[in-house]
């Protein structure tokens, strides 16, 4: 028996054909599948169903698909696939405090799809979280793998999932150099062919966010690294 079967999969998707494709794909993996047609169905079953991981369409008849992953959020850290028609939507999904795990752009792969969503819940698995109770410190800059939290100096800096995991990815390879396909790798758990845009969109994000305490360095044509300890004393 596959572990697929004790996952339920909610997608939101008002396209009745989309959303059949993507549950005949979703059942033939194993997963138990419930559909929503409109945000506030999304919202209602998101809280009711407690379903493992949500699909989500950005275009949705009655709310944005990003007011719907904001009020989700706000009772759950359910992981959640956004899919978007378009192109300039990705900065949006992923780089504000919406807390998409992770984005499709339509027309998709069904095979992709799939492989995403297993991706997700491998890395959202209680096991994985308890093996990261590590913590670790640059600078200013303290992260706590447990808790999931950053702080600069006193102050805590909210970060996507996946900022975070960018960071603890970098820090915990202080020093060395991984270049955007290891880290999509590492971090996203698989390798799209040249949509290198991901990891940048998301080093882009983290430097916004922690200033002047971002230890991230640009490796020209190689990838990014964090950079040696600041040898500034710290103000008491
Ligand atoms: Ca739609």
Not at 102 to 128: C, H, M, Q, W
Not at 161 to 175: A, C, M, N, S, V
């Amino acid at each position: 028996m596959s572990r697929a079967q004790n996952h339920s999969i909610l997608i939101v998707e008002d396209e009745p054909s989309i959303a059949s494709f993507v549950a005949m794909y979703l059942k033939r993996a194993g997963f138990a599948v419930r559909v929503a047609v409109t945000g506030e169905d999304a919202i209602e079953q998101a809280a009711a169903e407690a379903p493992s991981l949500i699909v989500l369409d950005l275009m949705l008849p009655d709310l944005d698909g990003i007011d719907v992953c904001r009020r989700v959020r706000q009772r759950s850290d359910v992981p959640m696939l956004m899919l978007t028609a378009r192109d300039d939507d990705i900065d949006k999904i992923i780089g504000l405090e919406v807390g998409a795990d992770d984005y499709l752009t339509k027309p998709f792969n069904p095979g992709e799809l799939v492989a995403r969503v297993k991706s997700i819940l491998r890395r959202a698995s209680p096991e994985r979280r308890e093996l990261e109770s590590a913590y670790l410190e640059h600078g200013d800059l303290s992260i706590d793998a447990g808790r999931r939290e950053v702080t600069v100096g006193d102050e805590e800096i909210q970060l996507a999932p996946k900022e975070f995991d960018l960071l603890w990815e970098l820090l915990d390879h202080q020093g060395l150099v991984l270049n955007r396909d290891q880290l999509l790798e590492r971090v996203w758990g698989y390798t799209f062919a040249g949509d290198t845009r991901t990891v940048d969109v998301h080093v882009r994000q983290l430097r916004r966010k922690l200033g002047n305490a971002s230890p991230i360095v640009t490796v020209w044509g190689v990838g990014y690294k964090v950079s040696a300890e600041p040898k500034v004393a710290r103000a008491s």
